[in-house]
């Protein structure tokens, strides 16, 4: 049922994407700031209340709502399974930014290109090269997909129903938005870095399997360590080596250059490797749900 859940999922989100999710995060953002408002006193034991409340009854809830579902027939379960993951999953969340400015890219629009990057990774107020766009620009999918997609399908699959998702997508959120709450923050963004662990690790295998597994592995195991988020940093420097690019390497923002080291072997970033990027992403993709497929049929047989 789970393979069926996530092929339907995104196939509805590939026909029909959810057109408008401002109103899902305006409600999940006025709910976070409630919950810092009324937590927050400064200590790391309130954070972990706050994310308890933020994050245990909508999980709990998505386990029992599909065990009534599955009680009452296991196609309202499967229905009900579609619906979370096609609420969780934001594959065209980002891609859309993406197409937009791979194709500006190689209309030789630098400015329409620009736009599109300051709109997706947040305005800086630089000027960047077409190297530079196009090396973020790689990043930024790498590392959407990842907590857009594959993060989310690996929970969905190791936990019961649809808890797996709701509880990864809100974990993410929270630990970002309580970043910059010292210890208030301090235990979502720790809670994170435990769920992201081994789904890091099971999205970088997959990048090595279906692009340069070699290059794709040395870099995991030599570089990803060196990136400030190690966890970012191991899909980062998988995908690059997979793809055979060169990302990373200081960047100038607004407030001066910051240093990041060199991920991935090979050849500067250019236009062609934002459609590697692509391709690189759905074959990944593909190999997951064919795995799953044939864990499913073994498990019947």
């Known amino acids: 049922m789970s393979v069926l859940a996530i092929i339907a999922a995104l196939v509805l989100e590939q026909w029909r994407p959810l057109a408008d999710r401002r109103g899902l995060a305006g409600g999940l953002r006025a709910f976070a700031g409630w919950l810092e408002q009324t937590f927050n006193g400064g200590e790391r034991a309130h954070g972990v209340v706050a994310w308890v409340v933020a994050v245990a009854p909508p999980v709990v809830a998505a386990v029992l709502a599909n065990e009534l579902a599955r009680a009452v027939h296991p196609f309202l379960a499967l229905l ?19 197409t937009s400015l791979q194709l500006a890219v190689k209309s030789g629009d630098l400015d329409a290109a620009r736009a599109e990057l300051e709109a997706w990774h947040g305005a800086s107020g630089v000027v960047r090269s077409r190297e530079e766009l196009i090396r973020l620009a790689i990043e930024d999918a790498l590392l959407a997909s990842h907590r857009h997609v594959f993060g989310v ?49 099971v999205t970088a295998a997959a990048f090595a399997v279906v692009g340069d597994f070699e290059d794709a592995v040395y870099c995991w195991r030599t570089q990803a360590h060196t990136w400030a988020d190690p966890e ?37 970033a250019d236009a062609a490797f934002l459609d590697s990027t692509v391709g690189l992403v759905w074959r990944a993709l593909v190999v997951c749900v064919f795995a799953l497929l044939v864990i499913s049929v073994a498990r019947l047989v």
């Open 80 to 98: 009900f399974n579609i619906a979370v993951l096609y609420l969780t999953l934001g594959f065209r969340q980002f891609s859309h930014h993406f």
């Open 153 to 201: 399908l690996f929970w969905f699959v190791l936990l019961p129903g649809p808890s797996g998702a709701i509880l990864y997508r809100l974990a993410a959120y929270l630990s970002n938005r309580w970043k910059g709450l010292g210890s208030f923050g301090e235990f979502a963004r720790r809670a994170f870095r435990v769920l992201e662990w081994p789904a890091v690790r």
């Open 232 to 268: 970012a940093g191991l899909v980062l420097a998988a995908g690059a080596g997979a793809m055979g690019v060169r990302l990373g390497m200081p960047v100038q923002e607004a407030d001066g250059v910051v240093p990041r080291p060199e991920l991935g072997l090979g050849e500067p």
